[in-house]
């Protein structure tokens, strides 16, 4: 069931704009980045009390959590550390198998209609029955993760849900609200916390707008 919006943090451009130099970036990152959005404390203690939301609403059955790469990693390892030390309906530590996944839905530039997934055929086959929690950085039109239900459906698990640290308030949404949510943005190019530029940014503890001369500098070639 999608998380309703009171339930998380709604990231306003003109209230969080924290100053770059009130935190500490790495150097040479200094031009690269407009402002900070989320500090990477309330990056944490967020991702501390999704923890508990998520394992509270599960029983005594094992989930496989499994992180959607490359820029889910972090938020996905952080997850993991804090649901370790949550307690499920009964009062109860979660048992959790981890699981890892690889989506694409782009040729190039385009799309190619369905989503492509880097695990095999046994693998996908193995989900069958099983408790499922998809684990992902960013919902931007929400496209691919609906293409990527649709073929996870396929193989029969118990049940799907999806967590996502940041959901995009963008007009080009297909209307898809994941079970989960940390923040929801601004329509902008965030970087850091493990999001990435062609790459880049992430070493970058907090989740940043990036600036136009970031844009132009790090632009693949």
Request: charged share 30%.
């Amino acid at each position: 069931m999608p998380m309703d919006p009171s339930q998380w943090i709604d990231v306003k451009e003109d209230k969080f704009k924290y100053q770059i130099d009130h935190f500490v970036i790495p150097g040479h990152y200094k031009d690269d980045v407009e402002s900070i959005l989320i500090p990477h404390g309330l990056i944490m203690d967020r991702i501390a009390k999704l923890a508990q939301i998520i394992a509270s609403e599960y029983d005594s059955e094992r989930i496989v959590v499994c992180c959607v790469l490359k820029g889910g990693h972090q938020f996905f390892s952080d997850l993991i550390t804090y649901m370790k030390k949550a307690l499920n309906k009964q009062g109860k530590t979660l048992p959790m198998t981890l699981e890892f996944i690889r989506v694409k839905s782009y040729e190039n530039d385009k799309s190619t209609g369905k989503v492509q997934v880097s695990m095999t055929e046994k693998e996908l086959q193995d989900l069958k029955g099983k408790n499922l929690l998809l684990v992902e950085d960013i919902i931007d039109t929400g496209n691919t993760m609906r293409k990527l239900l649709e073929t996870l459906a396929k193989y029969e698990p118990k049940s799907v849900k999806v967590a996502s640290l940041l959901l995009k308030k963008t007009p080009l949404s297909c209307g898809y609200v994941p079970d989960y949510v940390g923040f929801a943005i601004p329509d902008l190019f965030v970087v850091g916390y493990c999001l990435d530029y062609n790459d880049i940014f992430r070493d970058l503890d907090h989740i940043c707008a990036i600036s136009e001369s970031g844009k132009t500098k790090y632009a693949t070639k």
